[in-house]
């Protein structure tokens, strides 16, 4: 029965974010939604880890599964990845390099945040 109402509280949640993705004017999918609000459910304890812990462990362990279905209709469109196989590739190349720019530069301004940070308790 437990997993049962962690199941539960996770299914609720994503719901509500995909009704909010309907009410909401932004182009932004239901599950983004469902994220934030169960990071912030968890972050102000309206939800303790505990509560959701054992069915979320479950589901992340069986989320390669999920990736079947994608794969599959991969496989039956290969024809049109075929034809533009060099405009994907370019796409994910370039995608990617965008990713690693940000992120590094992302993880400058923490970084030296966090110094600044640091070094302000330091002269107190």
């Avoid at 974010?17 to 309206?46: D, Q, T």
């Avoid at 990617?96 to 923490?110: F, K, N, R």
Wanted: aromatic share 12%.
């Amino acid at each position: 029965m437990k997993y049962v109402v962690q199941f539960f509280i996770i299914a609720f949640i994503s719901l509500v974010g995909e009704l909010l993705a309907k009410v909401v004017p932004l182009p932004v999918p239901g599950s983004i939604y469902g994220l934030v609000l169960m990071f912030a459910a968890l972050k102000s304890g309206i939800c303790p880890v505990s509560a959701v812990k054992e069915t979320s462990g479950f589901l992340l362990e069986i989320m390669p599964v999920f990736f079947i279905a994608p794969a599959i209709a991969i496989l039956d469109n290969m024809e049109v990845l075929r034809s533009n196989w060099i405009f994907f590739l370019v796409v994910s190349v370039f995608s990617t390099i965008v990713a690693m720019v940000v992120s590094g530069y992302v993880t400058q301004i923490v970084i030296r945040a966090k110094t600044r940070g640091e070094k302000g308790e330091e002269s107190k």
